[in-house]
């Protein structure tokens, strides 16, 4: 089964500081990484997502994650956090053969400090 | 594209009461999902459609809940009769589903609003 472990509730950093979120995640297969962010009241958003290709990924927002097939993570990064980047942060796996739905981990919130 | 549509965005309502919780997928996608959040257990995945057809419910709590998505732009949840331990946010996401073989099929799930359901 696969499955989706974010190991920190929450990150607490100061405005223009870099920004990460970790996230490892287990599978059978082949994994398909997402990250969605959830603003308060609000659906999740989709930021980026490896499939395959470069292990560096760019996504909206000026967010960035990293594959690490190795030490199966996808932590997502950004290089100066902003006060508006304070939000739930969810990152999920898609295991090719569990068919078209997604694992979410259990979430961390950002809160970025002015 | 107005994205995905949820109706009511909120509703309260008393133990015991049938609840149905409503979809408007994004034109044009084939699959549907239907997510619970509360803070004790997260987000979890309780039933998604593919093509209109129910593939995985093994997330569905009891059955009290059931799915059903009579065409390709509209889906429902209902609960019945609703308890307290209900209450939740649930949210609603569609993706495109690619007819191509299985390990290229990997397009992102964009979410509803979500509907605020608070049972006394």
């Known amino acids: 089964a696969q499955s989706v472990a974010q190991p920190e509730d929450q990150v607490n950093v100061a405005e223009g500081n870099p920004l990460t979120v970790k996230c490892t995640y287990s599978?059978?297969?082949?994994?398909?990484l997402f990250w969605y962010v959830q603003y308060p009241n609000r659906g999740l958003q989709f930021l980026l997502k490896?499939?395959?290709?470069?292990?560096l990924v760019k996504g909206s927002y000026g967010f960035e994650a990293e594959f690490n097939k190795s030490q199966t993570s996808f932590h997502l990064k950004k290089p100066s956090a902003l006060v508006s980047d304070s939000a739930l942060y969810f990152c999920a796996v898609r295991d090719v053969a569990a068919g078209n739905k997604l694992t979410f981990g259990g979430g961390t919130r950002v809160l970025v400090k002015p | 594209d107005a994205g995905v549509i949820q109706s009511p965005r909120h509703e309260v309502t008393e133990m015991g009461q049938e609840v149905t919780l409503r979809c408007k997928p994004i034109?044009?996608?084939?699959?549907l999902f239907w997510y619970r959040q509360t803070m004790m257990r997260g987000l979890e995945l309780l039933i998604y459609f593919n093509n209109n057809v129910p593939i995985d419910d093994s997330g569905m709590p009891e059955d009290r809940f059931s799915a059903k998505m009579p065409n390709a732009s509209f889906s429902t949840l209902k609960i019945q009769p609703s308890e307290p331990r209900d209450s939740a946010v649930y949210f609603c996401?569609?993706?495109?589903?690619?007819?191509?073989?299985?390990?290229?099929?990997?397009?992102?799930?964009?979410f509803g609003p979500g509907t605020r359901l608070t049972v006394l």
């Open positions: 490896y499939i395959t290709g470069d292990n």
């Open positions: 996401a569609s993706s495109h589903r690619a007819f191509l073989p299985r390990e290229r099929s990997y397009n992102e799930q964009f």
């Open positions: 034109s044009g996608h084939n699959s």
């Open positions: 599978v059978s297969g082949n994994p398909y």
